[in-house]
Every structure is written in C-alpha cells, then in structure tokens.
C-alpha cells in the first residue's frame, strides 16, 4: 500500500491563474516559484487517476480537500472534484 498527496494543478484557481495572468500559479498550496519547485512534475487529480489505471494500481480510497484542508464531498474521480479539490490524497495498492 501507498498513499499519495499532491496539489491539484486542475483546480480552479490554478485555472484561473493561467488563463488570465498567464503565469504559473502561486498560492499557499503551491508557495514556490514554479522554477524553484522541488516538484518535478505537476499533474490534475483526473491525470493521477488515468495513471493509477495505466499502471496496475488499484485506488483504495481518495479524497480531494478544499483550501483550508477540509475533505470536498465529492468522488474524487469526479470533473467537479477535478476543479474544487487543492489537494488530493489517495491510499493505493497493487
């Protein structure tokens, strides 16, 4: 078993960041200049789902948290939970 965490890229202020400042977005949940980020890549709460498939791993249990770090009643393999959920945390296995 693995349990995973990562800010959502997909989430709506990311979006909104790209789209109308068109600049890489920084925020509590992405605090580092995006050039300075010890993360290598960024990914959406849909593309880690697509890549938990691709791979064999079986979802256990995920969840999506708003910004103040409360779950999002949402299934995270959800659109809606793609757009509202800052952070996603996942409990894998093989």
């Not at 010890?38 to 979802?59: M, Q, S, W, Y």
């Amino acid at each position: 078993k693995a349990i995973v965490s990562f800010p959502n890229f997909g989430h709506w202020r990311a979006r909104f960041d790209l789209m109308f400042r068109g600049r890489m977005p920084q925020n509590p949940n992405l605090p580092i200049m995006w050039y300075e980020t010890p993360n290598i890549h960024f990914c959406t709460v849909r593309d880690f789902v697509a890549l938990c498939d691709e791979c064999g791993f079986k979802i256990e249990r995920s969840m999506v948290l708003n910004e103040s770090g409360s779950k999002v009643s949402l299934d995270s393999h959800s659109r809606l939970a793609n757009f509202f959920g800052n952070q996603a945390l996942f409990m894998l296995s093989k």
